[in-house]
């Protein structure tokens, strides 16, 4: 045995890393050192228990922390074997039905159906049993559905439990859905798990054959299992028995993926005669955060409780930063960001959101500021896919000879142009030496079939229409209008979490839009606004590839457990971010988004930045915001508050922004006094478009129509909300 390796860590450290036979389960706060118990004890039972490497079996949920733990592994055991097995629960399943489907009669090259596939099967299976969407929203039936087999449920059981007209036709739709993933040898991620216990449960000889293959099995994050892994959790360990279980109850953020915190909270029944363990140093954090996490997260009535100590020191302050809005939020974390780079590298630094859409602001303000950054387990704002959809619009409405775009948009969303119309299209733009765009315009379609010659003829005319739109329309208004004569946005269904991320992304990318026209109106440069937005765009994209130091990581709070840095950023603090809309009302869900806060601020060594906006633009338009009731759970003098200086400003200029364009009016020094509305007649001035007179006006307030002949350009519609108008 290796002396070193033990000098490492505390007494109950020590402890669970040489725990004997039997199950146990360390049962502690953020930052005690759990995974690190892990770690330690893998390589102790390898280097001083001689147990061999391949007969251990450790595993965890996300990608990122298994990779942290096979390094820190790896690191430990030096020169000696490594486990067969350190990665996620998902990988390990997988890894056994590779090995023996053919017993579930899987066939061997049987493919994973990812969220679209799964999407399009659970459409075909219910259009088969005759069950309609309008009723039967898909989304709970595919939530129903994994409820289901994380509960081990089949459909046959789930038939035989169904009474009543909805439950009958939902497990209708699973037994046809199941049938339907068969046909397509594929299974989805819930039957990874579902599959990996019955392989263990139903043949006896492989389920024999693999436990005794598992002398030691070490599990993180434990929290966070649903049923499904915890019988596989239970299938595997039996004999032996030679469970560590590692977890936080405070930390379970997958409740709706089918966690189930009792797993953990009553340990001791799943697993008899279990020691339970538990650490109560933080190494992590400085008292401040660790008092401010504890406070917070002790509303929860749904935990064993427990208290947390560091001799780490009060370190500095948290600072919580009232901003004016979303942009000035992001303004003044680029900016705190600077000032800590002195102190720490940029890789040491997070930001963590809750939502997807909200990386956005912050993508944009880092690139201003010239700090690299690098999203960590998602898509960089502006490559996801419907946003480059959105994007290969406009190229292709700045220059429709921009064939890679107009390829991407010709069928999107479908309009009936077909893979074999778009082969000839390019054969016959390649025929002729030009671009598609030309042998669309040029025609003649004729030779076309009627119903591709329909489709390309509207495409063609859509394409003129919203060309024309594009030289009369602010930026804003035009994605409007895109939108709306392209019925794009109808491609994604509200009753998908995924796709309402979507929706949520496009309505981020009016925001962008907007944000970029206000800015523009006092640039002054008079490039052309569709072009310089493009640009922008492109740069901000082309960030990922900047040398130099590795940038600072920005991600959701979902994807940070487990993680530390010496500064972390939590923003967006408010009323239906954190708490998400979705938490509304019920008691147990706003827990688990407290417990998200609890894991964003343990997250942080040193620093801890929150930070809440008095409004935020939700496609394009300014929503007022509350500050969010978690954060009154922290004690005041935890905290060092900050306000925007124009978070007042802002309040009066609103009043304003009623008559006269957004952003205009709220930066203006001076506001104009209410009582001004442009009236037919009146001069005004519009930022790039310049003097002209107001002919008419249609309709009320943000949405008026003002009809203006402008001097130099001549007579043009615009919309209040986007004219940026300022009387003269
Ligand atoms: P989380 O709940 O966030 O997953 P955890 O309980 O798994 O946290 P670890 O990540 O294992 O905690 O440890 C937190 C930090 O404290 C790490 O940087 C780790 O190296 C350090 N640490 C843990 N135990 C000790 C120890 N005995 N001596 C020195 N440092 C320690
Ligand atoms: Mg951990």
């Keep these: 045995m290796s002396p070193d390796l033990l000098a490492d860590l505390n007494d109950e450290q020590r402890a669970a890393v040489t725990h004997g036979d039997g199950p146990q389960l360390v049962l502690a706060g953020a930052g005690s050192g759990k995974t690190r118990v892990i770690t330690y004890r893998v390589a102790w039972l390898v280097r001083a228990r001689g147990v061999d490497p391949g007969a251990i079996v450790a595993v965890t949920f996300t990608n990122k922390a298994a990779g942290e733990m096979r390094d820190r592994v790896e690191r430990l055991l030096a020169t000696w074997p490594l486990p067969t097995f350190v990665g996620t629960f998902h990988r390990y399943a997988l890894k056994l039905l590779r090995r023996y489907g053919d017993r579930l009669e899987l ?80 299974i989805d991620f819930d039957d990874m798990l579902v599959l990996a216990v019955r392989l263990l449960v139903e043949h006896p000889e492989i389920g024999d054959r693999l436990r005794r293959g598992v002398e030691h099995l070490l599990v993180d994050e434990f929290q966070d299992t649903n049923h499904a892994q915890l019988r596989l959790v239970a299938e595997l360990a039996a004999p032996s028995g030679n469970l560590t279980a590692v977890g936080d109850e405070d930390q379970g953020i997958y409740r709706w993926r089918g966690a189930d915190l009792a797993n953990i909270l009553d340990f001791e029944g799943h697993f008899p005669g279990a020691t339970v363990r538990k650490l109560e140093r933080n190494y992590r954090s400085t008292s401040t955060i660790l008092d401010a996490a504890n406070a917070v997260v002790a509303h929860n009535r749904l935990r064993r409780g427990k208290r947390l100590w560091t001799d780490a020191g009060r370190g500095e302050r948290i600072a919580l930063y009232r901003a004016a809005d979303d942009q000035d939020e992001a303004r003044w974390v680029a900016e705190s960001v600077g000032r800590l780079r002195a102190r720490f590298a940029l890789a040491d630094l997070a930001v963590l959101v809750r939502t997807n859409a909200q990386t956005r602001a912050f993508e944009d303000e880092f690139f201003r500021a010239g700090i690299p950054y690098s999203l960590v387990g998602g898509v960089r704002f502006y490559e996801r896919a419907e946003i480059k959809d959105l994007i290969a619009y406009l190229r292709v409405l700045r220059n429709p000879r921009d064939d890679f775009s107009l390829l991407r948009i010709l069928n999107q969303p479908p309009r009936g142009i077909g893979k074999t119309t778009v082969a000839q299209l390019v054969e016959r733009a390649a025929a002729a030496g030009g671009v598609v765009w030309d042998a669309l315009e040029l025609g003649p379609l004729d030779s076309f079939p009627p119903r591709a010659r329909t489709a390309l003829t509207a495409f063609r005319d859509l394409v003129r229409d919203l060309r024309r739109a594009a030289s009369e329309l602010p930026l804003p208004a035009l994605l409007d209008e895109l939108l709306a004569r392209t019925g794009y946005a109808g491609l994604f269904r509200r009753e998908d979490d995924e796709d309402l991320g979507r929706l949520e992304n496009i309505q981020e990318f009016l925001s962008a839009a907007q944000e970029f026209t206000e800015a523009r109106a006092f640039g002054g440069d008079d490039e052309d606004l569709l072009t310089a937005f493009l640009d922008h765009v492109a740069l901000v994209t082309d960030l990922d590839r900047w040398d130099g130091e590795r940038g600072l990581s920005l991600m959701t709070l979902h994807s940070a457990k487990g993680l530390e840095f010496s500064g972390v950023f939590l923003p967006g603090l408010e009323e239906g971010l954190l708490p998400h809309f979705n938490a509304h009302g019920r008691p147990e869900d706003v827990e688990e988004e407290r417990r998200l806060f609890y894991v964003g601020m343990t997250r942080a060594r040193e620093r801890l930045h929150l930070s809440t906006a008095r409004r935020r633009r939700i496609a394009g338009r300014y929503q007022d915001q509350l500050a969010s009731p978690l954060l009154a759970e922290v004690p005041e003098e935890l905290l060092e508050i900050t306000e925007s200086p124009t978070l007042y400003r802002d309040e009066r200029a609103r009043a304003i922004d009623q008559y006269f364009g957004r952003g205009r009016a709220a930066e203006a020094p001076e506001p104009e006094p209410a009582g001004r509305r442009p009236k037919r007649g009146a001069r005004v001035r519009h930022p790039t478009l310049g003097p002209g007179v107001i002919l008419e006006l249609e309709g009320e307030g943000d949405d008026t129509k003002i009809t203006i002949f402008f001097d130099r350009a001549g007579k043009k519609k615009l919309i209040a909300r986007y004219a940026a108008l300022e009387l003269v």
């Design 107 to 186: 066939p061997r090259d049987f493919a994973i159906l990812d969220g679209e596939d799964q999407r399009s099967i659970l459409t075909r299976a219910m259009a088969d049993e005759g069950v309609p969407e309008a009723s039967f929203p898909p989304r709970s039936l595919a939530a129903a559905i994994s409820t289901a087999k994380n509960q081990l449920i089949g459909p046959e059981r789930y038939a035989a439990e169904a009474h009543g007209y909805y439950p009958e036709r939902v497990a209708r739709v699973f037994r046809r859905y199941q049938a339907l993933c068969r046909q397509a040898a594929g």
